[in-house]
Nanobody, 115 residues
């Protein structure tokens, strides 16, 4: 199993960014996918998850209405669209999947919200 994030960067407050996670090594469409984040000095927290089938998603209260998780099963990719970004959203964002009772994480992508 391999999870590879991309798309992080520096964005101004109020801006938008989309990050991606390319998955391989398992039957992507059969598993839920999640995004977590970890800010300096803080614990890693769940941001959003999406299950399959149905594409049902759930979000942390802090990002509801601003972030949107989606998946493309043909591309084995999960996305996180982030709008109205705030400095508090600054963190390393990690892709996560639990496959065959094992936890897998990507290497993370840095998102920095600053003017």
């Amino acid at each position: 199993v391999q999870l590879v994030e991309s798309g992080g960067g520096l964005v101004q407050p109020g801006g938008s960014l989309r990050i991606s996670c390319a998955a391989s090594g398992f039957t992507f469409r059969s598993y839920a996918m999640s995004w977590y984040r970890q800010a300096p000095g803080k614990e890693r927290e769940l941001v959003a998850s999406i299950i399959n089938p149905g594409g049902i998603s759930n979000y942390a209260d802090s990002v509801k209405g601003r972030f949107s998780i989606s998946r493309d099963n043909a591309k084995n990719t999960v996305y996180l669209r982030m709008n109205s970004l705030k400095p508090d959203d600054t963190a390393v964002y990690y892709c996560y999947a639990r496959v065959r009772y094992q936890d897998y994480w990507g290497q993370g992508t840095q998102v920095t919200v600053s003017s």
